[in-house]
């Protein structure tokens, strides 16, 4: 289903003659894309238990305030239709409409070096397969409650100075 025109005025969602922000998540089977994606798509839905992927497609969805659309990706670690599951569907979410901000969503881990690994990994593959200025990539980590000593203040500022991104939002 195509809810707006490509022919944006800007970065985002265009829908009824206005701009919406349009967000796309990246990030490892598992790390917290879909439970996020509920939460501002119907924010009293309660958060999944099971660590299972289920996500199979890129589904963009309205948040619940209708304020951006926001856009789900399978995991890029699957085991199962590896080429179909990692790169159609996300280059799918990249190509829907002009892309507000990428989010590149990671699992908080004990050693912090982990997670900026892994960030580093997301960043070099997005700059050899787009053009996206890196202003436009933000980091989202899950799960900052299963570590403890974890501050989300540090978090940012190794985020800032090691890589360079400026958006850095962390939730339990």
Known sequence: MRFGSK????LGFEYAGRDYPYVVLLGQAGSGKSTFVRKLVHPDCLSDVDNKSVTKLSCPFWTYDGSMVICDT???VSEVDRFT?????IA???T???VSRILIVVKADIQMHSVLDTIRMYLKNLQQVTN???????VLVT???TIPNWQPEELKSLVKDNLGL??????P
């Open 7 to 10: 022919a944006s005025t800007g």
């Open 132 to 138: 996206y200025d890196t202003k436009v990539v933000g």
């Open 143 to 145: 799960n900052m409650d």
């Open 92 to 94: 799918a979410a990249l």
């Open 85 to 89: 599951h990692n790169y159609v569907h």
């Open 74 to 76: 399978p995991g890029t």
């Open 166 to 171: 400026n958006c850095v939002i962390s939730r």
């Open 96 to 98: 829907f409409s002009p």
